[in-house]
């Protein structure tokens, strides 16, 4: 039999420590004894229309719901070491939310949420707005759809991630990062993409300064650039670009196929560079 908190308020240090089997509704996690961890090892527990304001209220929790809730800034290091797990319609505004999490699905949300995601797995972010600086940071299989995203070192270590028909607004986004797939999507950011592995970005714009360098296994299908020079350094790709790249320098292997580029420069690199630059219009490749 399932056990019903409705309307209530609480403050204490665990205030419902180990819950299980719970429906949590109508209450506000706040007050005076400014109590931590207030759900820490609950079990099977539907939290909707409550009110955080304390830290670390849902650690090692397996198997819940968190529904048009609202967690503040006060609510430091929220979701740690949870599993089975869906965040709907809530906001997240406390530093470092999720981390160690696995099986987490979250969407129609409000994140803003610095270091948010480290070390996890599992994740689905959709039809969700997250502000993040480090955003998933050294985690594994994680997927995001209609994302709108706001943040500086983005993506870092991961491993085994798709992004669909979302806005990246970062920075130095996907370094290190292994078996990365961007569709239809736009990707604003400086250096993107440095050391990864297997990034494949297809249908998308992509913009900023010196992107795509020291990259393997590289793919761009289908893509279009804004101010994109001095791209590919000493990266092994194949692309094909629509429009205008405004230079590349030093491709270490491949082929990079676009409608114009301002400047090619070969200028002396510290490896070995074979990469070619074949402009389309007329099957004409370009030369320095």
């Known amino acids: 039999m399932r056990k019903e908190i409705i309307n209530k308020q609480f403050d204490e240090e665990r205030a419902l420590y180990n819950s299980c089997h ?9 007050g005076p004894a400014d109590g931590e961890s207030v759900l820490k090892e609950s079990r099977d527990i539907n939290v909707r229309d409550c009110r955080f304001s304390l830290r670390y209220p849902m650690w090692h929790v397996d198997g819940f719901t968190l529904k048009n809730s609202q967690m503040d800034e006060l609510t430091r290091a929220a979701i740690w070491y949870s599993r089975g797990g869906k965040i709907i ?113 297809i249908n998308c714009k992509i913009s900023g300064t010196q992107p795509l360098c020291y990259c393997k296994n590289l793919r761009l299908i289908n893509c279009e650039t804004e101010g994109c020079d001095l791209s590919f350094e000493y990266s092994d790709v194949e692309a094909d670009i629509r429009g205008h790249v405004l230079s590349v320098k030093n491709p270490r292997s491949g082929r990079i196929i676009a409608d114009s580029v301002g400047e090619i420069v070969t200028d002396d690199p510290v490896m070995e560079c074979r990469g070619e630059v074949v402009i389309r219009i007329g099957g004409k490749r370009a030369s320095e």
């Open 89 to 201: 319609g809530s906001v997240l505004h406390g530093i470092k939310a999720v981390r160690e999490c696995s099986d987490i699905e979250i969407s129609d949300s409000d994140i803003v949420s610095e270091e948010f995601g480290w070390k996890s797995s599992g994740i689905i972010l959709k039809n969700s707005e997250i502000t993040s600086e480090y955003l998933f940071l050294d985690s594994r299989d994680i997927r995001l759809e209609k994302v709108k995203m706001k943040g500086k070192y983005s993506f870092q270590y991961v491993e085994n991630l798709v992004i669909e028909n979302s806005l990246l607004d970062t920075k130095d986004a996907f370094w290190h990062a292994k078996n990365v797939t961007v569709r239809d999507s736009e990707v604003k950011g400086e250096y993107l993409g440095w050391f990864s592995d297997g990034l494949t970005l």
């Open 22 to 30: 719970a429906d949590i509704a109508d209450c506000v996690f706040a």
